[in-house]
């Protein structure tokens, strides 16, 4: 099992639960999960607290899990990864999209509106810091950097004084 490598480090084999972090808690939770035969696995918000590493290891084992499992988690991304079917739950309902996450955002307009909007913003956030920076001219890119020196400076003589 080398993904529970990543997912443990040998000094926790002698620690309590009680003093790991969120972190730790929700990679060991995971390398109990890997470790354990089940036909019905249950996450909610399974990503939060685990870093990247963690969420790919997470991903490929929900996808060799042989039997059914139920995410709730408001990491899309994650869901790409790992659905196959999606249950929404609105107004006292359930609505049933027999297909992958993919599916679902062709099938409920209102979350493909969503994700629109939000990559649209994402896209003229990134154009705007793009022209920003290219809008500076030369003279003033020597100036603003010559503030941040004065700056620092100015910073650095002051904590020099209350010594």
Same mark, same amino acid.
């Given at each position: 099992?080398?993904? =529970?490598?990543?997912?443990?480090?040998?000094?926790?084999?002698? =620690?309590?639960? %009680?003093?790991?972090?969120?972190? #730790?808690? /929700?990679?060991?939770? =995971?390398?109990?999960? &890997?470790?354990?035969?089940?036909?019905?696995?249950?996450?909610?918000?399974?990503?939060?607290?685990?870093?990247?590493?963690?969420?790919?290891?997470?991903?490929? /084992?929900?996808?060799?899990?042989?039997?059914?499992?139920?995410?709730?988690?408001?990491?899309?991304?994650?869901?790409?990864?790992? /659905?196959?079917?999606?249950?929404?739950?609105?107004?006292?309902?359930?609505?049933?999209?027999?297909?992958?996450?993919?599916?679902?955002?062709? %099938?409920?307009?209102?979350?493909?509106?969503?994700?629109?909007?939000?990559?649209?913003?994402?896209?003229?956030?990134? %154009?705007?810091?793009?022209?920003?920076?290219? $809008? &500076?001219?030369? /003279? #003033? $890119? #020597?100036? =603003?950097?010559?503030? $941040?020196? $004065?700056?620092?400076? #100015?910073?650095?003589?002051?904590?020099?004084?209350?010594?």
């Amino acid at each position: 099992m080398p993904a =529970l490598t990543i997912l443990l480090h040998i000094v926790w084999l002698h =620690l309590q639960v %009680k003093v790991l972090s969120g972190g #730790e808690k /929700a990679r060991l939770a =995971l390398a109990k999960f &890997m470790c354990t035969k089940g036909t019905l696995l249950i996450l909610d918000e399974p990503t939060n607290h685990l870093d990247i590493p963690s969420k790919e290891t997470l991903e490929e /084992a929900v996808r060799q899990f042989e039997g059914a499992v139920i995410a709730v988690s408001h990491d899309r991304y994650f869901l790409k990864q790992i /659905a196959t079917r999606v249950l929404l739950a609105e107004d006292c309902q359930l609505k049933d999209f027999q297909g992958d996450y993919e599916y679902y955002l062709t %099938k409920n307009e209102t979350e493909a509106a969503k994700m629109e909007v939000k990559q649209q913003r994402a896209a003229a956030i990134e %154009k705007e810091n793009t022209k920003s920076k290219s $809008k &500076m001219t030369k /003279a #003033e $890119k #020597e100036r =603003l950097k010559k503030e $941040k020196a $004065k700056a620092f400076n #100015e910073a650095a003589a002051g904590k020099s004084k209350r010594r």
